[in-house]
């Protein structure tokens, strides 16, 4: 019995270690380059914004991601509130953090032109799990911004 005692012991203790291991290998804004892209651009139901109206134009917002006070730039214009042109710009100046970014900022505009501004929710993006979190910040503000 004292046999078995000490393995569920060595068991539970290797499980800790392997998920200590296992967190201490994500990085600091969550883009993870071993995991695969997926987007999400879907309505949020839960979102008060779902049915308002926005005002056309032009509009900019940082967005805010992440324990390392990470940022990004998005940059957009509306019409009847649908994106017309987006622009994102990497505020990074860590190289790997930069790369996600840089990648994220590539990959969005075939993303979410043409889409309602209520649509648009992203996931992951090029690998980036962190960075889309700043987007949709930076979305959210905009929503405010523009609503009419």
């Given at each position: 019995m004292n046999i078995t005692i000490r393995k569920k012991a060595m068991v539970a203790g290797t499980v800790a270690l392997l998920s200590a291991g296992l967190a201490a290998c994500s990085s600091a804004d969550n883009d993870s380059p071993s995991t695969p892209s997926s987007v999400s651009a879907s309505p949020s139901a839960s979102s008060p914004s779902a049915s308002r109206a926005y005002r056309?134009?032009?509009?900019?917002?940082?967005?805010?991601?992440g324990s390392q006070n990470s940022s990004i730039g998005v940059?957009?214009?509306?019409?009847?509130?649908?994106?017309?042109?987006?622009?994102v710009t990497p505020h990074a100046t860590n190289e790997t953090s930069?790369?996600?970014?840089?990648?994220?900022?590539?990959?969005?505009?075939?993303?979410?032109?043409?889409?309602s501004i209520d649509a648009v929710q992203l996931d992951r993006v090029a690998g980036s799990s962190g960075t889309p979190d700043g987007f949709n910040a930076a979305i959210d503000q905009i929503k405010d911004e523009a609503a009419a």
């Open positions: 056309d134009g032009a509009y900019s917002a940082d967005g805010e991601y940059s957009l214009t509306l019409d009847d509130g649908v994106i017309t042109d987006v622009e930069r790369g996600y970014q840089e990648r994220f900022a590539d990959a969005v505009p075939d993303l979410v032109e043409g889409k």
